[in-house]
C-alpha cells in the first residue's frame, strides 16, 4: 500500500548481486559478540565468587568454553573483520544491554543453565556452531516483535485477570446461554511429571463453564505414580475418565484411546503438562453459540515459564489457511466438533509430532473454511519444560508436518511440494505447482519519464524473469523528455511489449483499468516503475498462488535497497486507513511469530507488485478511480476479499522497491486537500473493518509510535467478548 507517484526522475538502482544472499550485518555481529562477552564475564564473576557444587560449576565453565568457542568463530569470519571500523563501544553498549537481557530472558524460559546447555549442546552435536550462532541471532531478532515479559504482565494485570465480581458475572452467562454442550477434553499422558499432571487436572477441575469431562489416556507409562494419580482423580471426580493402555503405541493412538472415552458433542484437546485459564471453556461454550455454522474453534495461547510465568503471547490472525501450512493455529487451544473429529477418523498413526496438524487438515477439508473460527483470547498456557514442544524443536514433527500437508494437498487436489526452510529448522514451506503450460500473465506498468527507473524495472524483468509467457503494457502517461521517448521505441522493438499512450491527469487507478482492459493475459500484474527484480522466479512463485482456487490477489515481498522491508503485507487501521506489516526489518529477521518468512493470507498487499486472474479483476470492477493515488489497492484488496476471494502475501517472492527511500514526501495543500478525501472516502465505506482487520488481532496495537506488534493499550474487543 503506498500512494502513487510518478516522478521526473529518481536515483537509480543499487545493484545487486544474483545470489541475493542477505548482505553481512557488521553491526548485528557486533552487537551479538558484545552479548557473549558480557555472558562470559558475568559468569565468570559467578564462578569467582560463589561457592557452587561441582556440578553447577561444571556446568557454568561448559557455557564460558561454549559461549568462547562461538566468539572465536564469529571473531573469525568475514562479517567480523570487514566491520571492523563501524565498530564503536558508545553505539553497542546499549544494544548489548538489550542484547544481554534476552539472552537472559531466553536463558530463564528454558529452566535455567543447565537446560539451556543441555538444550543447545545437541544443536552444537547436530549443526555445529552454526546452528548455535543461528539460534543466538534468532532470538536477539526476535525481540524486536516479541513483548517483554514485564510488559506482558503488565497488560494482563490491566486485561486479562479475574476477580470473584468477573466470577460472578461469568457464571451469569452461563446459565443465559441457549446451548450449552458437553465439552470432552482429550489427554494422553505418558510418565508425566506428577506435579504438573496434577496442575493440569486441577485447571479443568477450576473451570468456570461445569458441563466438561476429561479423558485421560495413559500410554504404558513405565512410572507407576502415574496411574496411581490418574486412579486417584477418577475415583474423586466423576467427570474424569481414564484408560491405562497395556502396550505403548505413541501419542497417536493414546489420544485415539481417550478418544473412545468420549461423550460430547466438542472435543477439546490439551497436553499433559499445560493448563487451561479458569474462562476457556466459558469463552469457547460462548463462541459455539455465536456462531452456530463453526465446526472448528482456535484461541491466542502463551506460554508459562518453569517458574509459573506466562510470557510469550501469541495473538493469531483469523482463519488463515495458508498460515497453518506454515505453523498449526490450533496449538493451541483447538476444540474440534466431535462428529467431524469421528467422520476424519480420529487420529493418525504415523503422524506423532504433527498429528494434530493432520486432524485440521482432514477436519477442514471436510467441513470447510467457513466452519472455523478464531476466539481471540488467551485460552491456553503452554509450558517450557525440558523435552515440551514449547520449549524444543522436534525433527521429527517437521518430518510428519511435511508429510502431513503432502498428504492434505493431494486429497485437494492441489500439485506442490513441500519443504522445509532453509533458513529454519522449524518452518515448513508450499510450493504450488506452475498450470501447464504457463499462462499468459500482463505485467502493467505506468510511467511518466522517469526513464532510469523504468530501464531498471524492464531491464532486470527480461534479463532475470524465468517466466516462460508473459507480456509488458507500458501505460505512459503523458511523458515529454526525449530520452524517454527514444526508450519507447526501444521497447516496441520487443514483440511482447506494448506501449500504450495515456494523457489524462494522474490517476493511478484510471490507468490500470484501462490498460487492464486491453490485456491479452489470463493473470494481471500491476507492477510499479520502481520495482527491480531480485528472485527469477518472482512470477512463477505469484502466479501459482493466484491460480489457486479462492485465491484472489496475491502480493510479493519488496525491499528497499538498503535490504529493509517495504512490504510485508498491509494491516488495516495500522496507524490510520492502513500500514505495511513489518515495516523497515532486516532481510532474514523472522518477524511476530515468524510471520515475516511464511506465505499467508491478509486482507490487503500492495499494488506496487499484485498479481490476480484477469476475471476477478474484471469482477470487482478494478481499482476505484475515485481513489486516484492513495488507498486504491487496499479498497481493491477488500473487494476482493468482499467477493469471496483469499488474499495472499508471499516471502519468497522478492523484488526490489525503489520507492520513497531517498525521497522526502511532498504534501502541497492541494495534494493535502486529495488525501484526506481519500482517507475520509475509506473510513465511510470501510469504517468498522478498519478497526477489525482479520489477518491481524483486535489484542495488537494499531498506533505506529509503538514496537511492532505490541500490545494494545486498550484492545478493540473486550476481556470476555
Request: with cysteine; net charge negative; proline share 5%.
Amino acid at each position: 500500500m503506498t500512494e502513487r507517484t510518478l516522478p521526473d526522475s529518481m536515483p537509480l538502482a543499487q545493484d545487486s548481486e544474483s545470489t541475493h544472499e542477505p548482505a553481512p550485518q557488521g553491526p548485528a555481529d557486533a552487537q551479538h559478540i558484545a552479548t557473549l562477552e558480557a555472558t562470559i564475564e558475568q559468569l565468570r564473576r559467578e564462578l569467582a565468587v560463589r561457592e557452587e557444587s561441582s556440578a553447577q560449576a561444571n556446568d557454568k565453565q561448559k557455557t564460558i568454553e561454549f559461549l568462547e568457542a562461538e566468539l572465536i568463530a564469529l571473531r573469525a569470519s568475514l562479517s567480523w573483520r570487514v566491520t571492523a571500523p563501524l565498530r564503536a563501544a558508545s553505539v553497542l553498549s546499549h544494544q548489548a544491554s538489550r542484547s544481554f537481557q534476552s539472552v537472559v530472558r531466553h536463558v530463564r524460559m528454558r529452566g535455567g543453565v543447565s537446560n539451556a546447555i543441555a538444550h543447545y549442546y545437541v544443536i552444537l552435536r547436530k549443526e555445529g556452531i552454526d546452528g548455535v550462532m543461528r539460534r543466538a541471532r534468532r532470538i536477539l531478532a526476535s525481540e524486536q516483535f516479541e513483548n517483554s515479559p514485564e510488559a506482558y504482565a503488565r497488560w494482563i494485570e490491566r486485561h486479562d485477570t479475574i476477580d470473584d465480581a468477573k466470577r460472578a458475572m461469568l457464571r451469569g452467562k452461563v446459565s443465559a446461554l441457549a446451548k450449552q454442550p458437553l465439552i470432552s477434553i482429550v489427554v494422553p499422558t505418558y510418565n508425566s511429571d506428577i506435579a504438573l499432571l496434577r496442575e493440569m487436572i486441577e485447571s479443568v477441575r477450576a473451570q468456570l463453564y461445569a458441563h466438561w469431562e476429561l479423558c485421560i489416556a495413559d500410554d504404558a507409562s513405565t512410572r507407576s505414580e502415574v496411574a496411581e494419580t490418574l486412579r486417584e482423580y477418577a475415583a474423586a471426580e466423576p467427570r474424569i475418565k481414564i484408560v491405562l493402555r497395556e502396550q505403548n503405541g505413541h501419542i497417536s493412538e493414546a489420544s485415539n484411546s481417550a478418544l473412545a472415552l468420549v461423550t460430547g458433542e466438542y472435543v477439546a484437546l490439551l497436553d499433559h503438562d499445560d493448563i487451561l485459564p479458569e474462562h476457556a471453556l466459558l469463552l469457547v461454550v460462548q463462541a459455539i453459540n455465536a456462531h452456530p455454522r463453526a465446526r472448528l474453534f482456535y484461541s491466542d495461547e502463551d506460554k508459562i515459564t518453569p517458574e509459573g510465568r506466562r510470557v510469550a503471547p501469541y495473538f493469531k490472525s483469523d482463519w488463515n489457511p495458508e498460515l497453518l501450512l506454515v505453523q498449526n493455529l490450533f496449538s493451541h487451544l483447538g476444540v474440534f466438533e466431535t462428529a467431524l473429529v469421528r467422520q476424519a477418523d480420529g487420529f493418525r498413526k504415523g503422524f506423532e509430532g504433527s498429528q494434530d496438524l493432520d486432524l485440521v487438515l482432514r477436519c477442514v477439508a471436510i467441513a470447510g473454511h467457513d466452519a472455523v473460527h478464531h476466539i481471540p483470547h488467551v485460552l491456553y498456557h503452554w509450558r517450557i519444560v525440558p523435552g515440551s514442544t514449547a520449549g524444543a524443536e522436534k525433527p521429527y514433527a517437521l518430518t510428519a508436518g511435511i508429510r502431513a500437508i503432502e498428504d492434505h494437498l493431494r486429497r485437494t487436489g492441489v500439485e506442490g511440494t513441500v519443504s522445509q526452510l532453509a533458513s529454519d529448522i522449524g518452518m515448513l514451506r508450499v510450493r504450488y505447482a506452475l498450470p501447464s503450460p504457463a499462462p499468459l500473465a500482463s505485467i502493467v506498468i505506468p510511467t511518466r519519464d522517469g526513464v532510469e527507473l523504468l530501464r531498471q524495472c524492464i531491464d532486470s524483468i527480461f534479463a532475470k524473469s524465468t517466466y516462460p509467457n508473459f507480456e509488458i503494457l507500458v501505460i505512459d502517461n503523458g511523458s515529454v523528455k526525449p530520452e524517454t521517448l527514444a526508450y519507447f521505441d526501444a521497447l516496441r522493438a520487443h514483440p511482447n511489449v506494448r506501449v500504450v499512450r495515456d494523457d489524462r491527469p494522474f490517476n493511478f487507478s484510471a490507468l490500470n483499468n484501462a490498460a487492464a482492459a486491453l490485456a491479452n493475459g489470463e493473470f494481471l500484474c500491476l507492477l510499479n516503475n520502481d520495482i527491480e527484480v531480485i528472485s527469477p522466479d518472482w512470477l512463477e512463485k505469484l502466479v501459482s498462488i493466484a491460480a489457486q482456487p479462492g485465491n484472489g490477489a496475491v502480493g510479493a515481498c519488496l525491499w528497499y535497497p538498503n535490504d529493509t522491508l517495504q512490504h510485508g503485507g498491509v494491516v488495516l487501521g495500522l496507524g490510520g486507513v492502513a500500514g505495511h506489516m513489518h515495516y523497515k526489518i532486516r532481510r532474514g529477521a523472522f518477524g511476530y511469530f515468524r510471520r515475516a518468512m511464511a506465505t499467508q493470507n491478509l486482507s490487503v498487499v500492495t499494488a506496487a507488485c499484485l498479481v490476480i486472474r484477469k476475471a476477478i479483476y474484471d469482477e470487482v470492477g478494478g481499482l476505484d478511480e475515485e481513489l486516484a493515488v492513495a488507498f486504491n489497492d487496499v479498497d481493491f484488496c477488500i473487494r476482493v476479499r468482499e467477493a469471496g476471494y483469499r488474499n495472499v502475501w508471499t516471502p519468497h517472492a522478492e523484488l526490489y522497491h525503489h520507492e520513497s527511500a531517498t525521497r522526502g514526501t511532498d504534501m502541497a495543500p492541494e495534494k493535502l486537500q486529495r488525501f484526506q478525501r481519500e482517507v475520509w472516502l475509506m473510513e465511510h465505506r470501510w469504517g468498522d473493518l478498519l478497526l477489525r482487520d482479520p489477518a491481524y488481532n483486535p489484542n495488537l496495537s494499531l498506533d505506529t509510535s509503538r514496537p511492532p506488534f505490541a500490545l494494545a493499550d486498550e484492545p478493540l474487543i473486550g476481556q470476555f467478548d
